[in-house]
């Protein structure tokens, strides 16, 4: 009889023959931080998280880079806000304040361990900063309402990358959805001599209510949703198209956002890219799995864990998780 239990037998052998591993180098760790603020402020709806201070993202990256963690994305929380984000390209704006304090952060923590630090990354979007909360900038449509001006928030995307990478950002991470937004980054970071700042391109990136406990950890104050730039969770191929587009126009990676919702995509994307691809396991996956597990209903390892592995196993090369400092240190 052909038995395929031989190889579950033992842990030994079920060790020998994982198809799929985690390693912390994998991971990718989100961390907010709120200007203003003189105590880390623990977040309701995400147990665990926090919004750091400016000393205690210090902190946060030293552990990660202990951990062996392999990047960090930073999320900026201004104390203001207006029509067109004024402080996301603000050189001294909260979001640049701790790209330096990460990028610097990383570098002790290299030098004292003799082992590289987590890639300093940045989120590249106008809502944290926009008093309406809109990723872009707003103009009258046609029936008078207000829509999200596609180019006009280019521009202001290319501002932003400016001073990200001047900054010190690694990696630049556009999350808006905004047409051609790819395209006028690298050409903005190239003319300015930045070539080797990276682009990890939000590509697929879905209009989802996974998202909902993200709104508490940056204070958001939206008005309307993001329907007419994220996509429609009914859409597979428009997907791979976003993502083909961001390969034409230089993404160095590519990344599919919620990850658990959309595997298909994922496999897909990863199927097709030459670069590496990322998944974003969001705020409500996050939030999900601490409920449950707070009640007693789910054991929170192996439900993290199985979680985590299920997105490397549908061909995630990079995964942003808010598990990934503790994940690091179970797989240690
Ligand atoms: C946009 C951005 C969002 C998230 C990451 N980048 C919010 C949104 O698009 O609505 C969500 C991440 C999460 O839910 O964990 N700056």
Known sequence: MIRPRRLRSTPQMRR??????????DLVLPLFVKEGLTEPKPLGSMPGIVQ??????AEAVAQAAAAG???VMLFGIPEHRDATGSQADAPDGILNRAIRIARDAARDAAAGTGRPGPVVMADLCLDEF????????LTAGPDGDLVVDNDATLVRYASMALTQAEAGAEVVAPSGMMDGQVAVIRETLDDAGHTGVSILAYS???ASAFYGPFREAVDSTLQGDRRTYQMDSANFR?????ADLDLAEGADMVMVKPAGSYLDV????AERSDVPVAAYQVSGEYAMIEAAAANGWIDRRGAVLESVLGIKRAGADIILTYWALEIAEWIR
Do not use: I, P
């Open 16 to 25: 020998l023959v994982a198809e799929t591993r985690l390693h912390a180098a």
């Open 52 to 57: 750091h201070t400016e000393e205690s993202l």
């Open 69 to 71: 963690v392999g990047g």
């Open 130 to 137: 926009t008093d309406h909360g809109h990723c872009g900038v």
């Open 204 to 206: 697929a990136k879905y």
């Open 238 to 242: 428009e997907g791979l198209r976003e």
């Open 266 to 269: 994922l496999a897909a994307v």
